[in-house]
């Protein structure tokens, strides 16, 4: 029997893959759980819905990459509850079994789920992009609407099915929008007959005052401007009233749309709601300082899933992966500090900057005191992203994909996938489940 102490981690996203690396060394034993096989890049979510680049290229198997981590296993389930005071998960397994999995220490890193604001029922008209079901789901939408517009002869039925809507102008909604406009135009457009460039209409919704709110003004101006030449329709302070079938309302005003892109916000993991400790408005667990539960020393909570105001603004930290890897780095360092009844430390955030691409070419970058725009900012952006991608052949066949885009202004994934050959959301629509375990 295996006496070592058990660390349980919850999610297979970049805070849990790393936790698991960084305990490779510890006198522990580790399992992961999680309910894909699959570790997922998810800064490039928005490229599969965009058909440059297919699934496989951003994700990579959990068993795969944690082979030569040889204190840990994988376990493909879903977590349905948590006793902390008993210390165990329930678990639904991949075999349609239920157990308890029991734990010395708990790292939750279950990631995040797209939240609606209160109006969940906007999700059987817009599609949210958190994992690659979703991803997919808006590829299929986009490219049937365009076959939809190819055969389709009523004027008003034809300009529903080219309005584009992409509510949110985070760095998400800005990439989607970029990308869109640009397969819309340059990609699609030549491939149909009857379809023209012209008649596409991208429109990105953002209720603010600027896009990117997170980035300097002189680069939210940037990204607006950049979006503009491509085509994109950006209105600022356009407060969505409703979601609908056939478009969204903005106020009293109507736009007819068949495809809606929701990435206006998200929320912590429903396991979040069942622990009993204190939660910000999103949902996520408000940490101590050394990334514990209140209460819970010997459970973490690292990520998205995470609040952790004890900054020295009081700003807790944004919901992007390096905050998750250095997070899982130093949870394991003090649980390693625990087995050896050393203090612990508390955690500190080193920001390495913030970025997001404007279609091709162009992207803004914040590094440091430094600020970047144009091609210089996507090279960067381009260069982080490939060094991130885990697993060379996952490297070496985006940087193929993206020269060949590049060079041709063609995209290799533009398939349709699923029994459906009707533009607009499925009634089965939503299949909403939390990403993560």
């Known amino acids: 029997m295996d006496t070592r102490p058990h660390v349980v981690i919850v999610g297979g996203g970049f805070g849990g893959i790393e936790a698991a690396r960084a305990l490779r060394r510890a006198p522990v034993r580790v399992t992961l759980i999680d309910r894909t096989n699959h570790h997922l890049f998810q800064p490039l979510l928005y490229q599969v819905a965009m058909a440059g680049l297919s699934p496989a290229d951003i994700a990579a198997p959990i068993r795969h990459i944690l082979h030569d981590v040889k204190n840990c296993d994988t376990l493909l389930g879903e977590v349905t509850a948590i006793d902390l005071a008993g210390r165990r998960l329930d678990v639904d397994r991949a075999d349609g079994e239920r157990s308890w999995v029991a734990f010395d220490f708990l790292v939750l890193a279950a990631g995040a789920r797209t939240t609606w604001f209160g109006h969940d029922e906007w999700a059987r008209s817009a599609v949210g992009l958190k994992d690659l079901d979703e991803a997919v789901e808006i590829r299929r939408r986009v490219l049937v609407a365009f076959e939809a517009a190819e055969a389709e002869t009523d004027a008003d039925a034809r300009r529903r099915l080219l309005n584009f809507v992409v509510i949110g102008g985070g760095p998400t909604g800005v990439e989607v929008a970029g990308a869109l406009a640009e397969l819309g135009r340059f990609v699609l457009a030549r491939d149909f007959r009857h379809v023209r460039a012209e008649e596409l209409r991208v429109i990105l919704l953002e209720g603010g005052p600027r896009l990117l709110p997170a980035f300097p003004e002189r680069l939210s101006a940037y990204a607006a401007e950049r979006l503009g030449r491509l085509g994109v329709e950006v209105r600022l302070g356009a407060l969505v009233s409703d979601i609908r079938p056939d478009g969204v309302c903005v106020g009293e005003e109507h736009l007819p749309s068949a495809t809606v892109v929701w990435a206006a916000g998200v929320g912590a993991s429903p396991l979040t709601a069942g622990l009993g400790v204190p939660l910000d408005r999103a949902g996520?667990?408000?940490?101590?300082?050394?990334?514990?539960?209140?209460?819970?020393?010997h459970v973490f909570a690292i990520g998205d899933i995470a609040a952790y105001p004890h900054t020295d603004d009081g700003r807790p930290l944004p919901g992007v992966s390096p905050v998750a890897l250095q997070q899982a780095r130093f949870v394991a360092r003090q649980i390693a500090a625990d087995l050896q009844k050393k203090p612990r430390g508390r955690f500190r955030y080193l920001d390495k900057g913030s970025?997001?691409?404007?279609?091709?070419?162009?992207?803004?970058?914040?590094?440091?005191?430094?600020?970047?725009?144009?091609?210089?900012?996507?090279?960067?952006?381009?260069?982080?992203?490939?060094?991130?991608?885990?697993?060379?052949?996952?490297r070496l066949m985006v940087l193929i994909n993206w020269a060949w885009s590049y060079f041709t202004y063609n995209r290799g994934a533009r398939l349709i996938t699923g029994r459906r050959l009707h533009a607009g959301p499925p009634a089965s629509w939503p299949h909403e489940h939390p990403p993560g375990p």
């Open 284 to 297: 996520r667990v408000i940490v101590a300082p050394d990334c514990s539960l209140p209460g819970h020393p």
């Open 355 to 394: 970025m997001a691409t404007i279609g091709r070419s162009a992207a803004v970058a914040v590094i440091g005191r430094f600020a970047f725009t144009g091609l210089f900012a996507w090279l960067v952006w381009l260069a982080v992203h490939i060094f991130f991608l885990i697993g060379f052949r996952n």
